[in-house]
């Protein structure tokens, strides 16, 4: 057990298992993701740099996509989110695929998904197909 560990078990007063599974490193980098995540690229005025933020924290984004502003892309796992080519999400959309009842969940948006502003759009099974079908299709 790791010194850090050690401490904030004690602290808490319970077996905190992120802390045994993850490097020192590996937890500084998830606070520096979350923070790129949801303080800074949301409100990057340019596309390109938001996309390359998020690229950069770890979503698999494809081609001539375009995120609106003020979005917010669950942070938890990244890498479980995926975006293929010619993705449109308007702004304040909100993605979640995690919570405190379920496991991560994967998240594909098909290419050519159109999301509307102020949407929420939940993990788990679904993927969103091309903007003519307008419906969500379970796997």
């Not at 409100?43 to 984004?61: A, D, H, M, Q, S």
């Amino acid at each position: 057990m790791s010194l850090l560990a050690g401490v904030c078990e004690k602290i808490a007063g319970k077996r905190l298992k992120s802390l045994r599974c993850h490097s020192i490193p590996m937890l500084v980098w998830k606070q520096i993701r979350k923070y790129i995540n949801v303080s800074c690229a949301p409100y990057v005025p340019l596309n390109v740099f938001r996309i390359w933020l998020y690229r950069l924290v770890g979503y698999k984004i494809g081609k001539k996509v375009f995120i609106g502003m003020q979005c917010y892309l669950d942070d938890v796992c990244p890498q479980e989110m995926v975006i293929e080519d010619n993705v449109t999400i308007s702004y304040r959309v909100t993605f979640a695929c995690h919570g405190p009842r379920m496991e991560n969940r994967k998240l594909v948006l098909r290419e050519g998904c159109y999301i509307g502003t102020s949407a929420t759009v939940l993990g788990g099974g679904w993927k969103l197909v091309p903007m003519p079908q307008l419906v969500l299709v379970r796997w």
